[in-house]
């Protein structure tokens, strides 16, 4: 019977890198895949999916009007499909997502991020945990050695960002996976560093 599987890491866990080796694995088996990502993702190229390690791979994207079930059916069957930063498709997708595994007993596996630069769900991500057969988190660590829960925000200068918009683009140079606590304390040093430059 097919589900709909939710694997979900920090930024650097090699979610891509395991959304294109999946996707091996089924054609190594003679199985035809649909790769998919949402537009919004631009990163590597409008229709690239690439990993840090090097992989990559040309995908279909997906606007946020377009209607996930509408393009299946535009391709012909598959016998799974993948999707790569699953975070940024919207809640409705998500359900057509859903939809598919019911209705065309379809596998879905969708890789993505669970929460964005403040530790507050995307959408997609949410509707994800909310329907998903199988929630895996892919783990990495922080530089201190525990567990990264976190996708830090940085600035140029290396410093942690609090403030702007949900969805900014980018990878080493733009995000540091880092546990709570050093990125709660992080953010309480350049507070006092802050407030010391003013007195």
């Known amino acids: 019977m097919a589900k709909l ?11 891509s890198a395991q959304a294109l080796i999946t996707k091996f694995n089924y054609e190594e088996r003679g199985m035809s895949v649909w790769l ?35 393009a299946y059916h535009s391709h012909g069957k598959r016998d799974v499909i993948i999707a790569d930063e699953a975070q940024f498709f919207t809640p409705a997708q998500i359900d057509e997502l859903r939809w598919l595994v019911d209705e065309e007993d379809l596998p879905v596996l ?17 509707r994800l945990m909310e329907l998903a057969d199988s929630i895996t988190e ?9 567990k990264a829960t976190v996708n830090a925000r940085i600035d140029a200068a290396g410093r942690i960002v609090t403030t702007g ?4 683009l980018g990878g080493n140079d733009s995000y540091l996976a880092m546990c709570h606590q050093c990125w709660k304390r992080k953010i309480r040093e350049q ?4 407030k010391s430059a003013f007195t």
Do not use: N
Not at 5 to 10: A, D, P, R, S
Not at 59 to 67: C, K, P
Not at 165 to 168: A, F, K, N
């Open 5 to 15: 599987y939710f694997k979900y890491g920090v930024m650097g866990s090699s979610k």
């Open 36 to 70: 998919i990502k949402p537009s919004v993702d631009t990163r590597d190229g409008a229709e690239i999916i690439r990993s840090r390690i090097g992989l990559e791979h040309r995908a279909e994207v997906i606007t946020a009007e377009t209607s996930v079930i509408d």
């Open 110 to 126: 969708c890789f993505g991020l669970r929460t964005d630069f403040l530790t507050h769900f995307f959408p997609g991500s949410m």
């Open 138 to 146: 892919i783990k990495t660590i922080c530089e201190c050695g525990r």
């Open 165 to 168: 918009g949900q969805v900014l």
């Open 191 to 194: 507070q006092t560093e802050r």
